[in-house]
């Protein structure tokens, strides 16, 4: 009998260590509002302090060539979310929109297969996530804000998002997994200028390297520190949720993914479509699940693949788990280090509305495509402002002091061609060499010896397009354009031209031009 009972006990030790050994993986997902992906010290950036995030690379895996599929807060957190590129989510296209009911978020599903599932800062938005059978929509799942903190400046978020994560874990049954978002406020404008000088001990000379679309000066390096000293803060709640889960020894089995939306809120990138606006920070590790830590991942991936990841990792079949089909694919197989061809070859990307301030809340649509190194944009409508009119503001770039400056200089007649780099209207085709020619600069359009590379980009982006439904491909130009808009900006233009007084909240009063350039005059009156 004594025998038996022991044997017993030895089956169910067995079953129970085998159920312990596959159970799904925890997630923490920390995403940045508004880096780039060359602000991490794992990149070899020295003037940006990031423990966290090059502490996730080194013990995992250092994605070299990833990319959101459309450069703006919501419709980049609409992407990783629903697993779709940015044309196939209708109102979830646009900044600030109504999200569709048909689209299920990876946490919403992952919350009905077991997970408990959580959010502190900032989730998906800005916009309205609507209702379901009367209940609104858990799209990141519920928040945890209860604690608050004292944060280095006036600018930065008072939210403890390490604090909050705790207290997510504290309420989290211990038999369940968990997928929590951790959406910092930082490094999305306003800043305190000058405080990473004041307050964080960091030094003009600090910057290696000022982008060349913008006047080296030391307010532009200002702006660019006091950037760069929020990213920081944001990596310093990270270093503590790191450091609690293994205090508690979930670290092994924890996927910890840390990323950023959108490229910096500065001119010609956030809100763009260039490569310091799509390239982005990733970093991924899991030591239950990686193989061979410590790589740089070559490969082109974009915020489609997060999704199919997570689910493929939980466990949760895509077939049957009511999201919708999408070209992503699971990151899985790079984990294991089974891929043996290439993971992908290309990323496409685009927008259409944004932050406007043009008649009828115009958008600025624009389709583009990564590959071989190359980059090609195709810009819908290049009569309009690209980054909107003039006289509201240039209301998708973010006001700070490198915008305010490039503005005074040309006020001042001292531009040297930087205004227009930053807000000038734009061609109708782009092509760049991004391996040599990073911030986009020498537009290879009309260069005989790349005829061949365009034609090329061209039809494979169009292709891809076409295959996945993408309504302005298929002759439907004002098909984004009649979705209903919900931000504070709605009908901005019209309500400015008639005189109201507009408060945007992110838009510095330096940054309206009220008078504009003569010969500007003259060509927006033809």
Not at 199 to 205: A, D
Not at 293 to 314: C, Q, W
Not at 489 to 494: I, L
Request: glycine share 10%; with cysteine; aromatic share 12%.
């Amino acid at each position: 009998m004594k025998v038996k009972i022991i044997i017993g006990l030895w089956v169910w030790i067995g079953i129970a260590c085998q159920q312990k050994e596959v159970q799904p993986p925890n997630i923490l997902f920390a995403i940045a509002d508004d880096a780039s992906w060359a602000h991490m010290g794992a990149y070899g950036c020295d003037w940006v302090k990031t423990p966290g995030f090059d502490r996730v690379a080194k013990e995992g895996l250092l994605f070299m060539n990833a990319y959101t599929p459309n450069a703006k807060c919501a419709p980049s957190r609409a992407c990783i979310l629903t697993a779709r590129n940015t044309w196939q989510l209708e109102e979830a296209c646009n900044h600030s929109p109504a999200f569709p009911k048909q689209f299920a978020s990876y946490m919403e599903v992952l919350g009905k297969h077991g997970y408990n599932t959580g959010f502190t800062g900032k989730g998906w938005g800005p916009g309205d996530a609507g209702e379901i059978d009367g209940k609104p929509r858990l799209l990141t799942g519920p928040v945890f804000k209860s604690k608050t903190t004292k944060p280095p400046t006036s600018m930065m978020s008072g939210t403890d998002y390490a604090e909050n994560f705790d207290d997510f874990l504290q309420a989290t049954s211990s038999e369940k997994p968990w997928c929590f978002w951790y959406g910092g406020h930082e490094p999305h404008r306003k800043y305190e200028y000058g405080s990473s000088i004041s307050k964080g001990g960091k030094k003009l000379e600090d910057i290696d390297k000022v982008p060349d679309f913008w006047p080296d000066t030391d307010s532009v390096r200002t702006d660019m520190l006091d950037y760069a000293y929020e990213i920081e803060y944001f990596d310093q709640h990270l270093v503590k949720m790191i450091d609690r889960l293994d205090s508690l020894g979930q670290l092994d089995n924890t996927i910890i993914v840390v990323t950023a939306d959108n490229g910096m809120p500065f001119p010609r990138i956030k809100g763009q479509e260039y490569e310091y606006s799509n390239h982005l920070p990733l970093a991924i590790m899991w030591p239950n699940g990686i193989k061979k830590p410590g790589r740089k991942v070559e490969d082109l991936v974009s915020f489609i693949d997060l999704a199919p990841t997570f689910l493929e990792a939980a466990g949760v079949a895509w077939s049957t788990s009511g999201m919708s089909e999408s070209p992503g694919k699971s990151l899985i197989t790079i984990f294991s280090q089974s891929v043996n061809e290439v993971f992908r070859d290309f990323v496409v990307f685009g927008k259409e509305r944004h932050d406007v301030g043009r008649p009828q809340d115009q958008g600025y649509p624009i389709r583009g495509i990564t590959k071989d190194g190359y980059l090609f944009v195709k810009n819908y409508e290049p009569n309009r402002w690209p980054v909107g009119n003039p006289e509201t503001g240039y209301l998708n770039t973010d006001g700070g002091a490198t915008k305010t400056f490039i503005l005074n200089m040309r006020r001042n007649r001292v531009d040297s061609g930087y205004w227009q780099m930053n807000f000038g209207k734009r061609p109708v085709e782009e092509l760049y060499n991004i391996k040599k020619d990073p911030f986009c600069m020498d537009n290879l359009t009309d260069n005989g010896d790349y005829v061949h590379v365009k034609h090329a980009l061209k039809e494979h982006l169009f292709a891809t397009l076409r295959e996945e439904g993408d309504p302005r491909v298929f002759g439907q130009s004002d098909y984004f354009e009649k979705m209903p808009y919900n931000g504070a900006v709605q009908g901005m233009y019209e309500r400015f031209m008639s005189g109201e007084k507009i408060n945007t909240g992110w838009v510095n009063d330096s940054d309206y031009e009220t008078e504009m350039i003569l010969d500007e005059q003259l060509e927006r009156a033809k």
